[in-house]
């Protein structure tokens, strides 16, 4: 079995988990339901410890539907982190680390040509060739909010420099541990 096999068996084992406590708790839910409108069941002193019951019933009710509700959502990120990961035992691994580094190259390059067009002068945006897409309008003008120049801040291409050193460091291994 695969990593990623068995952290898609995780996220499958957290949806069940989740299912079952949301039917627990609207079968609860259904139990009380008849006294949520009784005024005479709420008010009479006779049925306060009932009630208590009731209450503490619904609250656990409510606990556990979110408890239900985070494991939902782990095995959302679950699903998400499978779907963009490359895990070493994947049969494509290779290929698609070459693939990964190819783009993040090509991301360095296109942010130092947007750079080297803005150092240029005025009107800018209409000599960059391709256009700018509008992740990249979004990056320049948050980048330009925050920081007192217009353009990809040094750090940026740094940590594109560092993400592409480590994926062919982890490329090398893999290639390595093939052979």
């Keep these: 079995m695969t990593y990623r096999e068995r952290r898609e068996a995780e996220a499958e ?4 988990w989740a299912a079952k406590r949301e039917e627990r708790a609207a079968a609860v839910f259904k139990q009380g339901e008849r006294f949520h409108g009784d ?7 006779g049925h306060i410890p009932e009630r208590a019951r009731l209450i503490a019933r619904e609250d656990r009710a409510h606990e556990s539907l979110r408890k239900a509700q985070s494991m939902e959502s782990r095995a959302a990120g ?4 499978a779907g963009r990961a490359i895990y070493s035992d994947d049969s494509n691994a290779v ?6 580094i190819a783009s993040l190259e090509a991301k360095r390059e296109r ?4 750079n080297k067009e803005i150092r240029t002068g005025s ?3 209409e000599r960059i060739d391709p256009p700018l897409t509008d992740q990249e309008k979004r990056d320049l003008t948050s980048n330009a909010l925050y920081s007192q120049t217009i353009g990809y801040p040094a750090y ?3 940590n594109l420099g560092g993400n592409i050193s480590r994926q062919k460091a982890r490329l090398a291994q893999l290639k390595g541990e093939s052979e």
């Excluded at 084992?13 to 069940?16: A, F, G, K, Q, S």
């Excluded at 290929?95 to 990964?100: D, M, P, V, Y």
């Design 95 to 100: 290929e698609a680390l070459t693939s990964r």
């Design 78 to 81: 679950i699903q998400t982190a």
């Design 111 to 114: 942010c130092k040509a947007i």
């Design 39 to 45: 005024f005479a069941f709420n008010t009479q002193p």
């Design 156 to 158: 940026h291409l740094s």
């Design 13 to 16: 084992r957290l949806r069940e």
């Design 123 to 125: 009107g800018w945006s």
